[in-house]
């Protein structure tokens, strides 16, 4: 059986004004560690998103009223609220201290907004095109180390009727994010029929297992040893009426 080894890697605490690419290169330097061919680089979106700028103010921002409203309603500083309507693709609804939205294409609460490990009055947007960033990051790793590298930027979500956060991947370069596993034979020979293994989640909730969500300044894991497709490809994301929760809560609802 391969062997899959994961190596943390401690950073610098990363600001606007970093080139995270460099901050990576200087910190795996520190740290005597030199990426292999095929390693898999898995990122905190904070961290590419704080280089990126993507910092707010929120003393710069002013709500409008519909953000006012929903502040009211699910008990959120409306000024992150507004911030939610300007980065969500649509809001769904939400509970306390939670707006529930699609961004980017995901499930995201809070549009992805977070105030975690940002300065006091501050919160952190997604980055601005996750999928170009990781592009970015990859081609110019790959340009350091003159080897085959795969960057996966990574986010938490909460699943659905359960208490924690998992790792999700909002974005990836250079392997294939899911894969296909229908056709295969199970352990009694019986075909799969539905499977397909999302790897670059799977990684990201591994990697998370050391980046942790306070203050223990890891924002990068490098994973070695994955067996994976190599090669250009995105997060694939599916239609509502393919979804199993969107599809059982629109044909829950249409009953009642």
């Not at 709500?63 to 300007?86: F, H, M, N, S, W």
């Not at 296909?180 to 591994?206: C, E, F, M, V, W």
């Not at 050391?210 to 250009?232: F, H, K, N, Q, Y």
Request: proline letters at 5%; hydrophobic letters at 40%.
């Amino acid at each position: 059986m391969k062997q899959v080894t994961l190596l943390p890697v401690k950073t610098p605490l990363i600001t606007p004004k970093d080139n995270i690419t460099d901050v990576i290169i200087r910190s795996l330097q520190k740290q005597s560690i030199t990426p292999q061919n095929h390693d898999i680089v898995i990122i905190a979106e904070s961290a590419v998103a704080t280089a990126e700028g993507r910092l707010i103010n929120l003393d710069s921002i002013t709500p409008t009223q519909k953000a006012i409203t929903i502040g009211k309603k699910y008990q959120v500083d409306q000024r992150e609220v507004q911030l939610i309507i300007e980065e969500a693709d649509e809001i769904l609804g939400g509970v306390d201290g939670v707006v529930l939205t699609i961004t980017k294409g995901m499930l995201s609460p809070n549009a992805g907004i977070d105030a975690s490990n940002a300065p006091e009055n501050h919160v952190t947007l997604l980055p601005g095109d996750p999928q170009a960033s990781a592009q970015q990051i990859q081609h110019a790793l790959q340009q350091h180390y003159h080897c085959q590298l795969a960057v996966i930027i990574s986010d938490s979500r909460t699943q659905p009727l359960r208490l924690g956060t998992v790792g999700i991947a909002i974005a990836c370069s250079g392997i294939e994010p899911v894969e296909d596993a229908r056709g295969s034979s199970d352990l009694y020979g019986k075909r799969l029929a539905i499977t397909r293994k999302a790897i670059a989640d799977n990684l990201t909730s591994a990697a998370q297992l050391l980046m942790g969500e306070a203050d223990e300044s890891i924002p990068v894991v490098i994973a070695r040893g994955v067996s994976a497709t190599r090669g250009s490809y995105h997060i694939p994301t599916i239609p509502r009426h393919e979804c199993l929760f969107f599809g059982a809560l629109e044909i829950t609802g249409d009953q009642d």
